[in-house]
């Protein structure tokens, strides 16, 4: 056996290593070092890793196979199986004969590995489906997590499952075929879910940004934005498609809450992901499934613990928004997400949820509590270095209101482009801006436009060859 630095012949010592080093996936070929996958990357174990060579190799696959399954790899060229280290836990081994010797790959089953790779990448999703590699959102895409990387089986994913359910997931999981909640390790938090399917369990993992982001950070426009903050009742709405920030968005304007008034904060959320300390407020934070059963019930209870700002994770349905609205006109202000796409289709959306006998009593209400709507999205930068936010921001002025109280709703874009002095903007105009700033490219623009028309005017006045890179006044 060689004397050569990370030469074994045992493979549970490699496993070993990538435990302590949280790495997904380890090879180890003859021929070549022992190398692993690292922030995306295949990298050798150590500066000093000697080459593998055809004895090490043949050890390495004597220390982790019996005698059958040696017989098989000499026979078929292949196999797989789960292996179980003593010391490093589950792994999915393949084993390969190559014309200089055998090739071992060994895949991780627990889910830590994964995550932390995808937050040392800076993605916002991790997926590890069965049928398909081990996957993450990176800008947007979904992509392997890297070259090469097998599918997962059905009986890997249920090792991934059984890596870090705890009793409670494990049971509603069993019951209900899905289970959602916040997961924690040493590397952040996640909003993890599991689903059962076809063909396995179905993990995927939202990246919960350990650091909260403040207003600045996200370009929210802090001159329009922080006078709605200050109101003592009301409703401000946070809407878009799932993964477009709203979350972020929402925990940067609790975050300056908390900074900036003395009150009694209480966050409702599916599961909790950002976590506030208390620094001039109290803030009390609520988990949907583990510390109530329900959205509205949840947002019942509230009501009776002297809250100042409720916010509300998602306002799914007819009592969850009615109750927000009721808390909202009785001098609490509640913060809120929705999925819509635009701020008109926000206000027919609620207008929407109530029987239509109801519908004149809740415009009322709506245009009396409303403060404003921030409907956003994320678009790719056009130098692949992430995603930035496009806004359309509606405030409640006299004009809207009055709009929404005679259920005008249709004039609501029109009012928002001839209110940009209160800070109101459309998407479209968000769009052109970063399109001028050299941010996001024409393609981007023409896809995510409401008004294609308007847009392909606006993009042939405003050729892409003629964009710098100042970015203009907006």
């Known amino acids: 056996m060689s004397e050569a630095d990370y030469i074994f012949d045992q493979v549970d010592r490699y496993l070993e290593l990538s435990r302590e080093a ?72 393949y084993l390969y004969v190559q014309e200089g010797g055998y090739l071992l790959i060994f895949i991780s089953l627990h889910v830590d590995p994964y995550l932390k790779m ?18 993450w959102r990176r800008n947007g895409n979904l992509v392997p997590m890297w070259e090469g990387a097998p599918p997962l089986t059905r009986e890997d994913t249920q090792a991934l499952t059984d890596s870090f359910l705890g009793e409670s997931e494990f049971a509603r999981l069993k019951d209900t075929g899905d289970v959602d909640f916040a997961y924690q390790n040493a590397f952040g938090r996640y909003r993890a879910s599991v689903v059962q399917q076809r063909l396995g369990n179905d993990i995927c993992y939202r990246i919960i940004n350990s650091r909260i982001l403040t207003m600045a950070d996200i370009n929210l426009p802090e001159e329009h934005v922080v006078p709605l903050t200050r109101f003592t009742n009301g409703l401000i709405l946070v809407t878009g498609a799932v993964g477009s920030g709203k979350s972020t968005t929402l925990a940067s304007i609790i975050d300056f809450i908390n900074k900036d008034r003395k009150d009694h904060i209480i966050t409702l959320e599916d599961p909790i992901e950002a976590i506030f300390e208390p620094i001039n407020c109290q803030v009390n934070q609520r988990e949907v499934l583990k510390h109530t059963e329900s959205f509205a019930r949840a947002l019942r209870a509230a009501l009776r613990e002297d809250p100042d700002v409720i916010m509300v994770g ?31 289709r926000t206000i027919d959306r609620i207008l929407d949820a109530f029987p239509v006998e109801e519908r004149e009593h809740i415009r009322i209400m709506v245009s009396e509590s409303l403060r404003g709507v921030f409907s956003q999205q994320l678009v790719p930068k056009k130098d692949g270095s992430g995603r930035v936010m496009a806004l359309e921001m509606l405030v409640n002025t006299a004009a809207i209101a009055n709009c929404i ?70």
């Open 118 to 135: 995808g937050v040392d990448c800076k993605c916002s999703d991790i997926h590890l489906p069965a049928a398909c590699p081990p996957t």
């Open 405 to 474: 109280r005679e259920g005008k709703t249709f004039m609501i874009p029109g009012l928002i482009q001839t209110g940009k002095a209160q800070g109101m903007r459309l998407m479209d105009d968000s769009l052109q801006q970063l399109y001028l700033q050299g941010l996001i490219s024409a393609e981007e623009c023409t896809v995510r436009a409401t008004d294609k028309v308007m847009m392909d005017s606006f993009l042939k006045a405003h050729p892409e060859s003629s964009i710098g890179a100042a970015a203009p006044k907006a």
């Open 22 to 93: 949280v790495s997904p996936t380890i090879y180890l070929s003859a021929g070549l070092q022992p190398y692993w996958m690292k922030a995306g990357q295949y990298v050798p174990v150590g500066e000093t890793a000697g080459v593998l060579s055809a004895d090490d190799a043949a050890a390495l696959v004597s220390s982790c196979t019996s005698e059958e399954q040696r017989a098989q790899l000499a026979e078929q060229g292949a196999i797989d199986y789960q292996y179980e280290s003593a010391t490093a836990g589950k792994f999915h081994a």
């Open 314 to 344: 998602e306002m799914r349905n007819l009592e969850t928004i009615s109750l927000a609205l009721t808390a909202a006109e009785t001098g609490h202000l509640v913060l809120g997400t929705l999925h819509t796409g635009s701020a008109a």
